[in-house]
Structures are given as C-alpha cells and as structure tokens.
C-alpha cells in the first residue's frame, strides 16, 4: 500500500500497517519524518505520483486542504499515475467539496477515491482506537475496512463523497462550543472561589457531563496548556465548517464564537498549545473593557 | 422534618423521605400540588413559618428566587419561627448573594442555612441519584448528610454559604454552550444531508462526546421537544448566573449566547418545551438575513 504525510498522527498509523505486515511505500514533504517508518521496512518514493504508481491503496493524511490538493491533484499528485481501480483514502481533515472533486478526478481516471477523516487525536492514532468517518461507496469502503480496522475502532459510512468530511465537521462544532462552556465554566468556578477539581465532581456526572470537562477541565485548572491537539488545527477545521454552513445559508453562531476567539490565540504564540489555552481567550476578554465579541447588555 | 415546595421535583424528592420513615410537615403554594404526599403520611402546615415552627430540619424547592426569598425571609416565612439551631436547606436553583443572605438572617435567630442545588433532573429525582451541590458550614452538612443521602448520590460541600449556587452556575454555564454546539452540529448534519443517529454514532465515543448529545441528540433529530428540563427554568438559571459573573467582571460570551437564543423561546410557546427546543431558535436565525446575533463575517 502507499502512504503519504508523516506528521504525528500518519507516522503512528502507517506504523501500524508496517506492524501488521503490508508492504508500504511511503513520502513526506520531509524525508526525515519518514525515516523511522523507513527503517521498521517502509520503502521510500520520491513523489505522491511514485506513490500511487506502487500501490493498490494510497492513504493520504497531510496537514491543510491546500496540501491535499497538492499530493492528489497537483503535477506530482497520486492521481497523476493512480492505478486503474486503485483507491486513494484521504484521512486529513479536509472540505467536503475538495472531497468531492477528488473523487470524481479519481473515478475520471478508472480509480477510487475515499474521504475519512478521523477523531481521536494522536492518542487514539497511536492506540488504534480512531473514529474514522467515511465517505464514499460503500463497496469501496468494504474493500479497505481490513486496513481502516488496523487504524480504529468505530468505522462509518456516512454518505457519498464528502460525507465524511462533513461529520468531521460536526464532531468540531460540537467541541467548538463545548470548549467555550468550558473555559467560561471553569473561569466563572475561579472567580467565584471554588475549587476546579471540587466543582468537576459535583457537574461531571449529569447533563453537563462531556469528554472535554473530563479531560481538558483538569489541565486547564493546572494551567497545562501542552497539547492533544493544536490551537491552529482546530482554527483551520473551524474555518472549514465556517465556509460549508455559509454555504449551506446556516448562521452558526456558537461556532462563529468560538473560531473567533480561538483566532485570538496564535499571535499570542499559542498556536500550538493545546485547544484548552481557549480559556486564555475568555481571560482576555475579561479585561477587555471594550471587546467587540462581549456588547453591553441591554 | 420540614418541606415547602411540591413541583415536580420537590414532590418526588419528598415522597422519598416519607418512605424512609421520616415525619414529614409539608407546605405548598398551592395545597393540591400537595395531596398524593398528604395521602401517604405527610401533614399540612398552613404557611412556610408554620412548617418551621414544627421542624428541625427544613428544606425549601421552588421555583425563582423571588419565591425562596417569600418562603424563607418574607412575612409568613420560614425564618420567622425556625427553631434554634434548626437548619434551613434550600434546593432551589437560586441567587448565590441571596444563599448568603438566607445564611445570614438564619445566624442571626441562632439558626442555621444551606445552599443545597441539585442537577439530574425529574429522572434524578425520582431515582433519588441527584448530584447535590452544597454551600455553608461542614458540620451542619454532616448533620443532614444522612437525610440529603436519601436524594442523591453525589454530595459535594463546594464551600461557604453560596457555594452550592455557585457551583449550580458552573453546570447551567456548561450546559447552556454545549447545547448551542449540540444544536448547530445537528443542523449542520441535516443541512449537509447526513443521518443524524449515524452522526451521533461516529463522533460520540470521543472528544465531542457529552452528556447531551447522547441524550438529546436523538430527541432533536426526532423533533421531540418533550421537556426534561423546561426552557423558562433554563432561562432563569443563565439570567442569574450572567448576573453573577457580571458582577465579578466576568464576560461569558457562550454563555451569553446561549440566553439569548433560549429567551427567543418562550416568546414561540417553547416556555415549557425541553431545552433541546434551542433548535428552533437557530433554524429561526438561519432563515433571518437581518438577525442581530450573527454579525456578517468580514
């Protein structure tokens, strides 16, 4: 099989493929990030076009749209020399309509194409335990599921292509907004004098209950912004959604918020701490007598 | 022991104390609501101080602050003839400012307050495994600890007198955000054209995942705006929780948001609709061009 983009999240899931056996060709922008793949067997290619020129199944995952682009449809692009019949599985986070175009470029060409991005950050890639959210024909996908179950645990069909980059986009609205309740929960908790962890044992078994207060709530008490998975990832998937719901003419208000303060973070040099240095956002917006994100109340 | 306020959660947490063998002396706004504890054992008490005048321990559930401020400091309230040393327990979701004022006045007769707020709901109530929220002193929790254990599960001392509704603010904060993601991320599923149980499966098992989307996300998706938790009791929980953090100089934009978007509800006879009816108000934004809450993007 091929792969392409050996950044955290491919380097520990082309890893597992090399674990369980297959025959992988690999290419990164960089070719250092590869050679720990390379030494466990992976057989390096020079392009993405080399790539597909190898493989029966490409697996993509890069970082922006702009690099999918690049590494499907650009001059060196797997799609360049992709095999007849051949599937191309892009696992970034991506737009549904590049999804779109990618699959109907591949079928142009006698091949396949899959859209399946993933959640579960890099715990979940190095523990094989991904939600991977599928786009696509469904025959398509019955014929990599062997490979996508050597990646994760739950493995959905969620429509034709761009399907299931459009789920992605749901599971990040829902932590957009989920993550601003819990930063203005846990600095409503501080100001109040309350203890975080307190206060995380009283609300964290009913309907405020979620993943985030969990897991990010105690960090951020501790003030421990080291990722799980970055601030300007999160900003670009955000800007995605953005775009897909203007689009579709819905008014997403609580994403909207939440993108904008997130935007506040990479100048402030937190592009790549972790998504629960939000609640340093809301801080500065305390202090802020004049935010335009807080008008006065009526 | 003492109870004033028989609504759908002060009347099944009381029966729950009749058939622990306790005497109840019970009041209510209005004696029907009364009856089925009445018939099993509780006894009538014409006025909030009269419940007290017979009473150790006396708990208080009603509906806003207003009415915890009439049953306990008003003219026939509790306070009046609580006996000394007795312990007044509100479970109104109520005004931390007022939790200490209550603590105050009941000092004063020599007599003691908690603040006691409960999450989980009618279910909770019922099935007696509330999380209880609790401001005041440590020893007089300990002296109802055996009663409280009879209601819920989880019983946290959170701090002094106002604590408990601090605490409260801290859950409705956290829920009042992530239903708005819980809302837009359906909306977003529909208008793309995804099924949303399908959704719900791929991004609920991770970081998206809460309480909220697993329970209320089928309920929106089947439109079934049945109430677990009325709008109007939400509305007024956010109304005193912005108040609170505005008076700590706190701005909680989400939160805001959230109430917004909930105080267009009732206006639509979604007063009593469940809080999963906050749907209804983005749907609305979406078809409204001129809508204040979404500023168009730059």
Redesign the interface.
């Known amino acids: 099989m091929g792969w392409i983009g050996t950044g955290v999240m491919g380097a520990a899931m082309c890893a597992h493929m090399i674990e369980a056996g297959h025959p992988v060709t690999v290419h990164s922008r960089t070719r250092a990030r590869a050679e720990p793949l390379l030494s466990r067997g992976a057989v390096w290619a020079d392009s993405p076009a080399e790539v597909a020129a190898r493989s029966d199944v490409i697996f993509t995952i890069v970082g922006f749209p702009a690099d999918v682009r690049e590494v499907v449809l650009g001059p060196r692009g797997a799609l360049g020399r992709i095999r007849t019949d051949a599937i191309l599985v892009d696992m970034t986070t991506s737009e549904?309509s590049l999804a779109r175009e990618i699959h109907a470029a591949a079928r142009a060409r006698g091949a396949w194409a899959l859209d399946a991005p993933v959640?579960?950050?890099d715990v979940?890639a190095i523990s094989a335990t991904l939600?991977i959210?599928v786009g696509g024909d469904a025959s398509v996908l019955e014929r990599v599921r062997p490979l996508l179950a050597r990646l994760g645990?739950?493995i959905?069909l969620?429509?034709d292509a761009g399907?299931g980059q459009?789920?992605k986009?749901?599971?990040?609205?829902?932590?957009?907004?989920?993550m601003?309740?819990?930063c203005?929960?846990?600095?409503?908790?501080r100001?109040?004098?309350?203890?975080p962890l307190?206060?995380i044992?009283?609300?964290g078994?009913?309907?405020?209950?979620?993943?985030?207060?969990h897991?990010l709530g105690p960090k951020i008490a501790a003030r421990d912004f080291a990722p799980g998975?970055y601030v300007e990832h999160f900003v670009k998937d955000m800007g995605i959604?953005?775009r897909?719901?203007?689009r579709?003419?819905?008014?997403?208000?609580?994403?909207?918020?939440?993108e904008r303060?997130y935007r506040e973070l990479p100048p402030l040099g937190h592009g790549r701490s972790g998504t629960q240095a939000l609640v340093l956002a809301?801080e500065r917006?305390?202090q802020s007598e004049e935010?335009d994100?807080?008008p006065p109340?009526k």
């Open positions: 549904p959640s579960g950050g979940g939600s959210m645990r739950t959905v969620q429509g399907a459009h789920t986009m749901v599971n990040q609205t829902l932590i957009a907004a989920n601003v309740g819990v203005e929960a846990l600095l409503y908790a100001r109040a004098g309350l203890d307190r206060v044992a009283s609300v078994g009913g309907a405020a209950s979620s993943w985030a207060i897991q998975f959604a953005l897909e719901a203007k579709m003419g819905l008014a997403l208000p609580g994403l909207e918020l939440a303060l809301l917006l305390a935010s994100l807080y109340r």
